[in-house]
Structure formats: C-alpha cells, structure tokens
C-alpha cells in the first residue's frame, strides 16, 4: 500500500511530504520510500498561522479560515505527490493544551476533506486526540517508528529529533518525550529581529558568544525538571518568553542566538547524559545547523550522534514518514501508540477517515503490527532496523 504522509511541526513553515510503500511480511515491515519533498506555505499564509498562535489571541472565524486556508495547502501538498492509496495527514498543530503536566486537549488544523475532496483519495487524520483522550500526552507520537528504527542497534541508543520542539526516545527505556526547545525560540528570535525565517547554517550563532548568566537564567524553566511522560510546544516557548528573559540583557542577535543553541544542546544532552545513552539517531531541522550539532556532540557525554539518513530516514522527511506509516496502520486495525512513551492507558488506533471517491475499502485488519522495520530509499540504499 502506498502510503502518503503530509506534516507540518511546529515551525510552521511549510508540509513535509513521504510518499512510502508498505509491504508487510510476517513481523517485518517493509518500506520503500518513494518520494520526499517540502511545500512551503505562502508567505500570507504562514504570518497568518504564527499570528494565531500563543500567545496572540484569535477569534473562532480565523480559526475557521485558517482550518480551510491549511486543508487547501495540505490538498495542493498532495496533489503534487502524485497517485497514491492512502494519505495520513497530520495538519498544523495550533494549540496543545498542557495543565499541570497533563494533556487535555490538543488541536491541529487543516481540514482533510479539501485533501479528499481534490485527491479522491481517503484520508487519515487528527491522530493526536486519541492518545490525549486515552490519557496520553498525544506526542511524540514518532515514538512508535523511533523503537522500531532502534531495534537493531547495539548498546543503549535513543532517537533525537531536532524540530521547533526537541523530542527524545529511548529505546531501553521504553519512554519518550519532549526535552524543551530545539529551534522554536531562534528562530522566533530571528523572525523578530530579521523577518527570515530561521539561521540559516547557524551563521549568526556561529558569530556570537554564549551569555552564561541569561542561559542560567533560561535553564531554571521548571518544564526541564519535569518527569516524563511530557510534551510541550508553543504554548510554553514563544516569542513573549523569549522576550521577557532576554530583554534585561540586551544581547546582538548573533549573541542571543548562540545563547539559545548552548540552551538547546544542554536540555537534550542533560537527557542523553541520564540515559548514558551511547548512540543517538538524529533528525529534523536542527540537524542542518551545525552550530546546535556541534554544541550537542560537545555535551553529550561521549554519544555518538548518527543523521536518521544513515538508516533510510531523510533527516527532514521522518515524521512525514511516520504519518505514512501511521496512515498504513490505522488502515489495517492496528494501534501506533507505545503507552510508556505517551503515557496513555493503552494502545490506540489513532485518527479519523475522511472517505475520496466512491465506497471506502480498507485492507483485511491484521492480528498484530510490526517489531522490525527495514527502509529503503528509491536510490536503493538501504535502512535496516531490528
């Protein structure tokens, strides 16, 4: 089954796109991934998304546009992909509601039935409620791939991904969770000060100097000492917050920006660290900034950090193949939540289905999902997990 999975994080700068086919056989499943691409969300667009988002208030008829102007996005995403039997839609998450290290609700927009409706094809979507409604944080829900991904790998090995949101798996462990900010604070920094849309290469940090005092300062956020299960997003570092501990200072912006990358590296490798992990699969964004890389390789107690690419994930392409895979088992009946990464009660079959055209015809449900993944990449090389 060719499973196209669409996702937009929390940089909210475009749809990430995996086209993958899924072949199962026995406890195997197979991979082969098709296609990769970005679409960019149009400048209007994407001002008009990070202008609703918290801490900026927005009314109930912006978020109506916004659900049909994000589904429209999503649908010309698609469109572009090509043919496919299945596609998984994350959306734009817009609020995460987090109360007392609870989730209690969460919500992503992009109406699917504009994908349905300009593709014919079924869509999968709103994979987070579930999880949250069972008890879960509803993130990261890339977990469930990460542990599949790790199977195979010696010693104590975990799965980074570098977003606007830094997540952490661990494969002994069997937990994950978000460790704070990878890029959402520097690049709200940059948005602010430049109107670009993040670092690029990490130039700017690259010329600054590390404040230790305001990176004390940022360091005492109580989130970092919280116990996993948690999850965290916007709602928590956004601009007001950067602001708000950084104006005292009155950093450059290339200082502020290599104050915020030290802020990042020390977060997840203080994770690293407590976990002695000894290999760390890396992906995302902020695997492009050598800055925050190197920053990370100096505090990660030895880690070997690995790019997802060397196992047949492109660095900037996991979680759109993640909803791919998703998509594929919510259409065969199977669960893709990991209770003790999410901390829900249970295993869920995740999101909703928005038929395309004429009757909607899913595959036989399988007795039970996968415990090895092998992927592959239309170059031929492989990525083999367990």
């Known amino acids: 089954m060719r499973v196209l999975g669409?996702?937009?994080?929390?940089?909210h700068d475009g749809i990430d796109s995996a086209i993958v086919d899924w072949s199962p056989d026995g406890d195997v499943l197979t991979g082969a991934v098709?296609?990769?691409?970005?679409?960019?969300?149009?400048?209007?667009?994407?001002?008009r998304v990070a202008g609703a988002l918290p801490p900026n208030p927005a009314d109930l008829a912006?978020?109506?546009?916004?659900?049909?102007?994000?589904?429209?996005?999503?649908?010309?995403?698609?469109?572009?992909c090509g043919p496919v039997d299945l596609i998984c839609s994350h959306g734009q998450t817009m609020f995460?509601?987090?109360?007392?290290?609870?989730?209690?609700?969460?919500?992503?927009?992009?109406?699917?039935?504009?994908?349905?409706?300009?593709t014919g094809v079924p869509v999968?979507?709103?994979?987070?409620?579930?999880?949250?409604?069972?008890?879960?944080?509803?993130?990261?829900?890339?977990?469930?791939?990460?542990?599949?991904?790790l199977a195979g790998l010696p010693g104590p090995s975990?799965?980074?991904?570098?977003?606007?949101?830094?997540?952490?798996?661990?494969?002994?462990?069997?937990?994950?969770?978000?460790?704070?900010?990878?890029?959402?604070?520097?690049?709200?920094?940059?948005?602010?000060?430049?109107?670009?849309?993040?670092?690029?290469?990490?130039?700017?940090?690259?010329?600054?100097?590390?404040?230790?005092?305001?990176l004390e300062d940022l360091l005492a956020e109580p989130y970092y000492r919280a116990p996993p299960p948690k999850s965290t997003g916007?709602?928590?570092?956004?601009?007001?917050?950067?602001?708000?501990?950084?104006?005292?200072?009155?950093?450059?912006?290339?200082?502020?920006?290599?104050?915020?990358?030290?802020?990042?590296?020390?977060?997840?490798?203080?994770?690293?660290?407590?976990?002695?992990?000894?290999?760390?699969?890396?992906?995302?964004?902020?695997?492009?900034?050598?800055?925050?890389?190197?920053?990370?390789?100096?505090?990660?107690?030895?880690?070997?950090?690995?790019?997802?690419?060397?196992?047949?994930v492109p660095a900037d392409a996991k979680e759109a193949i993640a909803f791919s895979l998703f998509g594929w088992l919510t259409a065969h009946g199977l669960p893709a939540t990991v209770p003790g990464c999410t901390g829900a009660s249970g295993p869920r079959l995740l999101g909703t289905i928005t038929p395309g055209d004429g009757p909607l015809r899913l595959p036989e449900p399988l007795g039970q999902g996968p415990h090895r993944l092998c992927l592959t990449t239309d170059s031929g090389l492989p990525g083999v997990a367990g």
Not at 62 to 80: M, S, Y
Not at 125 to 148: C, E, F, I, M, T
Request: proline content about 4%.
């Open 234 to 312: 916007k709602e928590l570092f956004h601009l007001g917050y950067l602001v708000r501990a950084a104006s005292p200072y009155g950093l450059s912006l290339p200082d502020l920006l290599a104050t915020l990358a030290a802020l990042t590296a020390e977060t997840v490798a203080a994770e690293i660290r407590r976990h002695r992990l000894e290999t760390v699969v890396v992906s995302g964004g902020g695997v492009r900034n050598p800055v925050l890389m190197a920053m990370l390789a100096a505090r990660a107690g030895g880690a070997r950090l690995v790019p997802s690419d060397e196992l047949g």
């Open 34 to 47: 098709e296609h990769t691409g970005a679409w960019p969300y149009e400048e209007r667009l994407r001002e």
């Open 158 to 214: 975990g799965a980074l991904n570098l977003g606007g949101i830094a997540n952490l798996t661990v494969r002994d462990a069997g937990t994950a969770y978000d460790t704070g900010p990878a890029s959402a604070l520097m690049d709200a920094a940059v948005s602010a000060a430049t109107g670009a849309p993040y670092d690029e290469d990490g130039r700017l940090a690259a010329s600054g100097e590390v404040h230790r005092g305001l």
């Open 6 to 11: 669409l996702m937009s994080g929390t940089s």
């Open 62 to 80: 912006e978020v109506c546009r916004l659900d049909t102007l994000i589904g429209q996005a999503f649908a010309d995403a698609a469109e572009a």
């Open 124 to 149: 999968v979507s709103d994979l987070r409620a579930r999880d949250v409604a069972a008890g879960g944080q509803g993130a990261p829900l890339v977990s469930y791939l990460d542990l599949l991904l």
């Open 96 to 118: 995460h509601w987090v109360e007392g290290g609870r989730a209690r609700g969460t919500l992503q927009l992009g109406q699917p039935a504009w994908i349905a409706e300009r």
